[in-house]
T-cell receptor
Framework: GQNIDQPTEMTATEGAIVQINCTYQ??????LFWYQQHAGEAPTFLSY????GLEEKGRFSSFLSRSKGYSYLLLKELQMKDSASYLC??????????FGAGTTVTVRA | IAGITQAPTSQILAAGRRMTLRCTQD?????MYWYRQDLGLGLRLIHY???????GKGEVPDGYSVSRANTDDFPLTLASAVPSQTSVYFC??????????????FGAGSRLTVL
């Protein structure tokens, strides 16, 4: 099985940067995903890392270190609409995706 | 609009009753999944299907059953509902084609309350 840890909550100011860390222990690894979930809605895909390094997509970036079992999601130029839960997920060799409990980010004016 | 349709959106159910949550996708994805989401626990995989005609158990399969008679439909059945099955249930699908992101697409969720 998978053991995926991420902080429960984070608060930041509009326009600032926030980094959400995720550590994982897996019996097999086939990619790490970040999803965004607004309250009462379904999760939506943000990013995917399978090789070490940084993937940048607009204001969002995601980093992976497979040797350390570590990833982070970086949110830049925070906007009020970024207030949501951010879910770290790891895919095993059977293509099953396991999720962390999620990090609730609150953006304040 | 292509995507995943779940029904019902919300349901209140008496303990001991049988309930089937429906899930249909029109993206011709080969893999489908059922997750439950509970506060503080995140999304947990109940059952999955890598292709039509096959199913597998996830992390929390007890009390649930699934079938995959065709590509599009993946119903989840609670044979005899218990209060601990109160949760939000998400159906998801992906097109698993070897390497690549094979991103999961989620339905809007079904909120189930068992009294």
């Amino acid at each position: 099985g998978q053991n995926i840890d991420q902080p429960t909550e984070m608060t930041a100011t509009e326009g600032a940067i926030v980094q959400i860390n995720c550590t994982y222990q897996t019996s097999g690894f086939n990619g790490l995903f970040w999803y965004q979930q607004h309250a009462g809605e379904a999760p939506t895909f943000l990013s995917y890392n399978v090789l070490d390094g940084l993937e940048e997509k607009g204001r969002f970036s995601s980093f992976l270190s497979r040797s350390k079992g570590y990833s982070y999601l970086l949110l830049k130029e925070l906007q009020m609409k970024d207030s949501a839960s951010y879910l770290c997920a790891v895919r095993d060799g059977d293509y099953k995706l396991s999720f962390g409990a999620g990090t609730t980010v609150t953006v304040r004016a | 609009i292509a995507g995943i349709t779940q029904a019902p959106t919300s349901q209140i159910l008496a303990a001991g009753r049988r309930m089937t949550l429906r899930c249909t996708q029109d993206m011709r994805h080969n893999a489908m999944y059922w997750y439950r989401q509970d506060l503080g626990l995140g999304l947990r995989l109940i059952h999955y299907s890598n292709t039509a005609g096959t199913t597998g158990k996830g992390e929390v399969p007890d009390g649930y059953s699934v079938s995959r008679a065709n590509t599009d439909d993946f119903p989840l059945t609670l044979a005899s509902a218990v209060p601990s099955q109160t949760s939000v249930y998400f159906c998801a699908s992906s097109n698993n084609q070897g390497t690549g992101a094979n991103v999961l697409t989620f339905g809007a969720g079904s909120r189930l309350t068992v009294l």
